[in-house]
């Protein structure tokens, strides 16, 4: 029978702190599986509870028994940092990094201690994170500890405090579902923030005195997974973690950018002059090697994330004699191409320009078939054609690319082809029709429909207002003559704009217009007609 602590603690000290950790540990360990399940965020590899399992681990291996709180604190987190693996376990262990730095030096800590420190612990975290997202293990640190009460800081015990925190805590992960889109869509909250609400629910447990864990899988507070949604295929291929031993213990001021022009998920934590990166690529030896100039890697780690269960289909085709790959700006535009008949559908990062060697990685699972493919603009298509004419990849048709526009008629022309030779025929033939673009994009000031838009290569004069940009798509000849008109709505474009995209078109020509949420961050609406 456990041993139940006193009702109300005042003070935390390092051997209390141990074994509220050890019991954090294993309230994570029983609930691995299903982290690994729920796991969708940055990517769907199933492994998120398996990482943190094994960072905290590590962590728990290296405290001793000391009984200052700082002490065992500090040899927690920083055999996390070290050992630390995947995206959520580094962010993890910098959050602990951030605890422990805030109580240097301190034998006990307070409620109101823990208050300051976990303040600074949730901006440390944040800061490792070159992009931080909202909606994961980030934000039920920052949103858990500003929503503690006052009356649980000042003159309270630990005791209660904690029991506000991880109430806190349950409440912004149960929210996470409606922070981000991608977890809406499958109807489950993040992985990571689920996670860190387990280690602090069973921290608070060693000190409530209450025996057992929360079970995810038999809780009926926790969303219930949605079936049959696909996430998008992760653009960088590589999932890569390594450990630089610094020749200069100061962090270089290049690190973020060096990074941020190699991938992303990039989160980065510094300790005792190591430095550890973890980052989403397609040139992981490049990267490394790049950072050899900073210091010797004592150690590393690369997982190929496109022979993941979550990225099976790149391994089936959805036709018989050949595969076709889009390369396109958004992920609504990738998943309706998917829809389309694409075998993958990327969404390129938005002003990420990828060379010739990441192309060639990109497309490596479709080279031993025939292969059409979709470049997003003209600096790629020179890029894939290189590739094409230097390897002599004679089953490899590289498509002329003028837009979102283009793409969408071609793969419509060939949905229901079902040889290379007759897609390849098509495709050429539709080089010859006239498809027109508009890319618009707000302009200062949205009240005055004041827009900048381009069509074709040419540019629309700036400060046109909206009807005037698609006056002169309808100009080009009677818009009666198209068959259709594809709306494409961006990131930042909004109901009101659409609207009146819908409600012109329907002034000036019998058209039909089809309206689909792309994602694209360049512009707020793309038009084509064709």
């Not at 009984?67 to 995206?87: E, I, K, P, Q, V």
């Not at 959520?88 to 823990?114: M, N, P, W």
């Not at 004069?461 to 000849?477: E, Q």
């Not at 930042?492 to 000036?508: A, F, R, T, V």
Request: aromatic share 10%; hydrophobic share 40%; with cysteine.
């Amino acid at each position: 029978m456990s041993q139940a602590e006193p009702k109300s603690v005042n003070a935390l000290d390092g051997l209390l702190l141990k074994r509220m950790l050890i019991n954090g540990f294993n309230s994570l360990c029983n609930n691995v599986n299903y982290l690994n399940e729920m796991n969708i965020f940055p990517v769907s590899d199933s492994d998120t509870g398996t990482n943190m399992k094994n960072t905290v681990e590590k962590g728990v291996l290296a405290m001793g028994d000391g009984a200052a709180f700082h002490t065992t604190l500090s040899l927690f987190a920083n055999a996390m940092l070290t050992g630390s693996r995947g995206n959520s376990g580094l962010i993890l262990s910098q959050y602990f990094r951030g605890i422990s730095e805030h109580c240097k030096g301190k034998d006990v800590v307070t409620a109101k201690d823990l208050y300051s420190a976990l303040q600074h612990a949730y901006q440390h975290a944040y800061n490792s994170v070159l992009h931080p997202v909202e909606g994961t293990m980030l934000s039920v640190m920052r949103e858990s500890i500003q929503k503690v009460p006052p009356e649980c800081i000042d003159s309270c015990s630990v005791t209660d405090f904690f029991a506000s925190l991880v109430e806190q805590m349950l409440i912004s992960t149960q929210q996470t579902v409606t922070q981000m889109p991608l977890l809406g869509e499958n109807n489950v909250v993040d992985s990571g923030a689920l996670g860190l609400y387990l280690i602090f629910d069973g921290m608070n447990r060693t000190l409530q005195g209450i025996a057992g864990y929360f079970d995810c899988e038999q809780s009926d507070i926790l969303p219930k997974r949605a079936v049959g949604v696909e996430k998008n295929v992760s653009f960088f291929r590589y999932c890569t973690e390594f450990v630089v031993s610094l020749r200069d213990s100061k962090v270089p001021e290049s690190v973020n950018r060096d990074l941020a022009a190699r991938g992303d998920s990039i989160v980065v934590g510094q300790e005792n002059g190591l430095l550890k990166v973890h980052i989403h690529t397609n040139q992981p030896k490049k990267v490394m090697d790049e950072f050899g100039w900073h210091g010797a890697i004592s150690s590393r780690k690369i997982d190929d994330l496109f022979v993941t269960k979550e990225f099976a289909r790149l391994h089936e085709r959805k036709q018989d004699e050949f595969a076709i790959v889009v390369f396109t700006e958004g992920d609504g535009n990738a998943s309706l191409f998917e829809r389309m008949g694409a075998d993958v559908a990327f969404s390129v990062p938005y002003g990420y320009v990828p060379d010739e060697d990441e192309l060639k990685a990109l497309l490596d699972p479709f080279l031993l078939d025939f292969l059409l493919v979709f470049p997003l603009d003209k600096v790629m298509q020179d890029r894939l054609n290189r590739i094409r004419w230097f390897a002599d990849l004679k089953n490899v048709y590289v498509a002329e690319t003028v837009g979102l526009a283009r793409t969408f008629y071609s793969l419509s022309a060939v949905n229901f082809m079902d040889s290379y030779s007759d897609v390849v025929r098509v495709i050429e033939a539709m080089k010859r029709r006239d498809i027109y673009q508009s890319f618009i994009s707000r302009s200062k000031v949205y009240g005055s429909a004041e827009f900048d838009g381009r069509i074709g290569t040419e540019t629309v004069v700036s400060g046109r207002n909206l009807n005037g940009v698609l006056d002169v798509i309808a100009a080009r000849k009677q818009l009666s003559a198209y068959s259709s008109v594809v709306v494409f709505r961006g990131l930042h474009g909004d109901s009101e704009g659409l609207e009146m995209i819908q409600k012109h078109l329907e002034g000036i020509g019998n058209v039909e217009c089809s309206v689909f949420d792309g994602g694209q961050q360049a512009s707020d609406y793309v038009l084509g007609a064709y």
